[in-house]
């Protein structure tokens, strides 16, 4: 199992831009398909941006469509959550989770689907 450790996260006026990110141990970071969930306080975890693992597809959440842009660097192991245009209900612990051996035309979106889960980065925006 690979082992995800997000950063990035922290304090952010309305409008303003943030970069997740979430480092992978091992050799192995090629070949998981990767996520990113969010959990508000009082809510339910729920599917932020997701991406192969060829990086060449991504399906996002219909509330951070066009805000958000999800990317990764296999060369150094790391996935990336771009966030710009944030609002007040961005505000969450943001989560990366990964899971191998999907095929490559696969993106998953599901929280269930994935088997690594980092300990999660927060993320709050002020208005």
């Known amino acids: 199992q690979v082992q995800l450790v997000e950063s990035g996260g922290g304090l952010v006026q309305a409008g303003g831009s943030l970069r997740l990110s979430c480092a992978a141990s091992?050799?192995?970071?090629?070949?998981?398909?990767m996520g990113w969930f969010r959990q508000a306080p009082g809510k339910e975890r729920e599917f932020v941006a997701a991406i192969n693992w060829s990086g060449s597809k991504t399906a996002y959440a219909d509330s951070v469509k066009g805000r958000f842009t999800i990317s990764r660097d296999n060369a150094k192991n790391t996935l990336y959550l771009q966030m710009n245009s944030l609002k007040p209900e961005d505000t969450a612990v943001y989560y990366c989770?990964?899971?191998?051996?999907?095929?490559?035309?696969?993106?998953?979106?599901?929280?269930?689907?994935?088997?690594?889960w980092g300990q999660g980065t927060q993320v709050t925006v002020s208005s």
């Open positions: 091992g050799r192995t970071f090629s070949t998981y398909a």
């Open positions: 989770a990964g899971r191998r051996w999907v095929p490559d035309i696969v993106v998953l979106t599901k929280s269930a689907d994935f088997s690594s």
